[in-house]
């Protein structure tokens, strides 16, 4: 479901062969696809994937959303299937702007919501091989706020100041 089972075979098929494909994260943008309520068949579904990739040591980075909620009342998944189920692999991200904002259509939440990630007049690349500010609801799927020292532990360093 998701492409979350593919990438969970992906790890077991490689860890079995010397871990060439060590799969630490997953970045999936998907904001319920008609998830009303985590007890519905399909949300079960999609919560089961997600639980299983925890089990395989992969994190789940979700979006928020984007319906300017408050997801600790009203629920948004995946996001809110950490609050939830108490399921500790998600990592559920607002979007804030390029003055460090919240976003004005971000969802937001204080129990539900981990950390805001840049997402809406960011520059960026463009297809023409250039620069630009997009608002674009698509960029946001563009960032993933995984901590680098998980790809490179040994080449990062944090000393207190």
Known sequence: MYGIEFVVQVKQFFATRGGLANVRVINLSSNGHGCDSSYEVGCMEYYKEI??????????VASAGNNGIDI???????ASFSAI??????LAVASTDNKDSLAWDSNYGATVVD??????NILSTNISGGY?????????????????SWFFPHAIRIRPV
Not at 51 to 60: C, E, P, R, S, V
Not at 85 to 90: E, L, P
Not at 132 to 148: K, W
């Open 115 to 120: 950390l805001a990630a840049p997402g809406v």
């Open 132 to 148: 630009q500010f997009d608002a674009a609801p698509p960029l946001r799927r563009r960032t993933s706020p995984v901590p680098l």
């Open 72 to 78: 600790s009342m009203a629920a948004s998944y995946p």
């Open 85 to 90: 189920f108490g399921q500790t692999n998600i």
């Open 51 to 60: 639980q299983k990739a925890g089990d395989n040591g992969m994190l789940f």
